[in-house]
């Protein structure tokens, strides 16, 4: 013990003449930050804003006593990462979607609908609750495993890791109206008791707590892990991202992933074919990493991701069959759409950008909507919308009223489903990491702070800066040749109607969206 502190001892002289008392002070310094410091950051510094769960309690409540004449089924069908044109029926060449190209010829396919952020646990946030992610304090990027050095690390910067519980999600206005509830898949919006589906009205729950790239991806029903995953990588990491990655140990099987919820999803509905339901069925493909199905691995002309997503079109196939083989396709509104742009192995057609992107290839995404004989069939509309839109437009179907404690940012579309006009006149923008609304579009135009501008060094070599403005006409480009300096009056306007929007969400002083 004396020859260790002897030792110390030197070391610490030898630092003190090489680096003088500012190194140990230094040393001092990260000591603190890393064992005190940052471990009580983590645990106390949590989002303080005042809470609404007895408003939600009231609502809920209050909804529960009225008596519904109609009450409809709603499925709706929630892909991972898949690309405004990785179907057939939205212009892929290799990729072969017959089932989803034959139900856009019997419902109504958008060609500008978005999802409320480019990336997916916001975006999940905005569809259940209708609100902009950042009211939900799911605006910064994807909530982490807890445990994780990335899950600490958010807690740390003081942002949330699990969706708030006051937030009132559609599954509970369902549940509260008498409605069987079930989610299938991904669900990616907090991992602890008091979080889950099962927490925010969802009778049944099979799936995933959150990306298939996120490991151990265990299998769970209701609370309890039905299926455990003990994969492990050769590197030690606890990210997935490709399924060519070198394994130590082979856990679950993800090409079986696809298959275990479209057999749930069977069963749900043949248990529930006499009573009304709403069923969420959150794939977790064609996120990365990507696993087919091996009974038809290699048939896609689109190599592996096509594979992957030809196996979502047979689970779609099962799911209307299902309808048909128990006459609930007259009864039953099918919703289908994504939860962001193509990722990098995806296909986002003739649009700029990707997930996490701004662009538009990073939020307009594939939109089909169809409910027999209620709806017009082979409708192609362009009339803008946003995933945001479906819990005032499936309330309002249903005649309930929204929560009246809370601002509800979407907007009743089914009129849009009818072939009628958009109720909006511009729709926004939101930054990956922040949440922050970042740029607009009108029925044409689209102002957007996320372009690029070059800086030179050197002369001709030079860096790229996501800080110049620009000014695009999504009629008839896509968003390559900035137009601002031609149409400054344009850019003004769709600037002053952002800035307007940005200044409304109160962040400072009132960022969940309370009002009273």
């Given amino acids: 013990m004396r020859k260790i502190v002897s030792i110390l001892k030197r070391m610490l002289n030898i630092i003190i003449k090489s680096f003088g008392f500012l190194a140990i002070a230094f040393i001092i310094f990260s000591l603190i930050f890393v064992f005190i410091w940052f471990p009580y950051k983590v645990k106390h510094n949590q989002p303080k804003w005042e809470s609404h769960a007895k408003q939600k309690e009231t609502y809920l409540k209050e909804v529960s006593k009225l008596n519904l004449k109609e009450k409809p089924n709603i499925i709706i069908i929630f892909f991972d990462d898949l690309g405004y044109g990785d179907l057939s029926c939205y212009g892929n060449k290799l990729i072969k979607t017959p089932t989803i190209d034959s139900l856009t010829n019997y419902g109504v396919k958008f060609t500008d609908f978005y999802s409320s952020s480019p990336v997916c646990t916001p975006s999940r946030a905005g569809l259940l609750t209708g609100r902009l992610p950042i009211r939900t304090l799911a605006g910064n990027h994807v909530f982490m495993a807890e445990g994780t050095f990335a899950a600490d690390m958010r807690k740390f910067m003081g942002l949330a890791n699990n969706l708030p519980i006051d ?213 192609v509309t362009d009339q803008m919308a946003m995933n945001t839109d479906f819990f005032p437009t499936l309330l309002s179907l249903l005649n309930i009223p929204l929560p009246n404690d809370r601002i509800i940012d979407g907007k009743n579309i089914f009129p849009v489903f009818e072939g009628k006009n958009s109720p909006h006149d511009y729709l926004y923008y939101t930054n990956t990491f922040t949440g922050k609304i970042v740029g607009v579009r009108n029925n044409r135009f689209k102002y957007h702070i996320g372009g690029y501008q070059s800086m030179p060094v050197f002369k001709a070599i030079g860096v790229t800066l996501n800080k110049k403005p620009q000014l695009n006409d999504l009629l008839l480009g896509n968003e390559s040749h900035n137009l601002i300096k031609k149409f400054p009056q344009k850019a003004d306007s769709l600037k002053n109607a952002m800035n307007l929007k940005i200044e409304s969400l109160q962040l400072e002083t009132n960022k969940r969206g309370w009002k009273h």
């Fill in 167 to 379: 937030e009132i999600l559609i599954s509970e206005v369902f549940k509260a109206i008498g409605y069987k509830t079930g989610m299938l898949g991904k669900w990616h919006l907090g991992e602890v008791k008091g979080h889950l589906p099962n927490d925010f009205g969802f009778d049944e729950f099979y799936g995933v707590k959150y990306s298939n790239d996120m490991l151990p991806l265990n299998i769970y029903r209701n609370y309890n892990i039905e299926e455990e995953d003990k994969t492990e990588l050769v590197s030690g990491s606890r990210s997935y991202f490709d399924s060519d990655d070198s394994l130590k140990i082979k856990g679950l099987d993800q090409s079986l992933l696809t298959e275990k919820y479209t057999n749930e999803a069977v069963k749900f509905i043949n248990k529930n074919k006499d009573k009304p339901f709403f069923l969420y069925f959150a794939h977790s493909f064609p996120h990365v990493p990507h696993f087919a199905s091996k009974k038809y691995a290699g048939e896609s002309e689109g190599g592996l991701y096509g594979d992957v997503v030809e196996d979502l079109d047979r689970s779609v196939q099962l799911v209307m069959e299902a309808l048909t083989a128990n006459g609930l396709e007259e009864n039953t509104l099918v919703i289908i759409t994504s939860d962001n742009g193509a990722d990098y192995n995806g296909n986002a057609g003739n649009l700029r950008g990707r997930k996490t992107q701004t662009y538009e290839g990073g939020q307009r995404v594939p939109l089909i909507v169809l409910w027999k004989n209620h709806l017009p069939e082979g409708i």
